[in-house]
C-alpha cells in the first residue's frame, strides 16, 4: 500500500497530556526542560470539549519536544488561584518555568502550532 494511503487508515497515535493536579505543577511545568501547553478544562465546557482533539493532536505532534498538560479547575484550586485563572478554557504556556502566553476560549490549531512552533520551538525544529 502507498505510504501516503497507509498514513491516510493507520491509526493515530495517541499520547495522554500529563494531569496535573497542585502537587504536581511545580514539579511538572516549572521545573520542566521541555516547554509546556497547560490545558485547564472543566466539565460541562463546551468550548473545553472542542479544544480536546486538539491538544490531543498537539501532545503526539510535538512528543519529545513539548509537554502537554491538563489542569482540570475544579481538582487544582490552589493552582487555578495562583495563576489568576478565572475561566474555562484557557491555555498556558511555559518555557523556562515562566508563563510566555495564555490563550482564553477557544481557539483553532493553527493558532497554538503557529505560536509553538515559532515561539517555543528553537528554529528548525518545526514539523
Request: a positive charge; hydrophobic letters at 45%.
Amino acid at each position: 500500500m502507498a505510504s501516503w494511503l497507509k498514513s491516510l487508515f493507520s491509526p493515530k497515535k495517541v499520547v495522554q497530556p500529563v494531569s496535573l493536579t497542585d502537587q504536581n505543577f511545580a514539579q511538572e511545568v516549572l521545573q520542566s526542560k521541555l516547554p509546556v501547553l497547560v490545558d485547564v478544562w472543566s466539565d460541562g465546557c463546551a468550548p473545553c470539549m472542542q479544544l480536546e482533539p486538539i491538544v490531543m493532536d498537539l501532545a503526539a505532534r510535538y512528543e519529545g519536544r513539548l509537554k502537554v498538560a491538563e489542569l482540570h479547575a475544579s481538582r487544582a484550586p490552589r493552582t487555578l488561584a495562583r495563576l489568576g485563572v478565572r475561566g474555562t478554557p484557557t491555555v498556558l504556556y511555559f518555557k523556562a518555568g515562566r508563563e510566555v502566553e495564555r490563550v482564553v476560549g477557544f481557539r483553532g490549531s493553527l493558532y497554538h502550532r503557529d505560536f509553538i512552533e515559532n515561539e517555543l520551538l528553537e528554529a528548525g525544529a518545526a514539523v
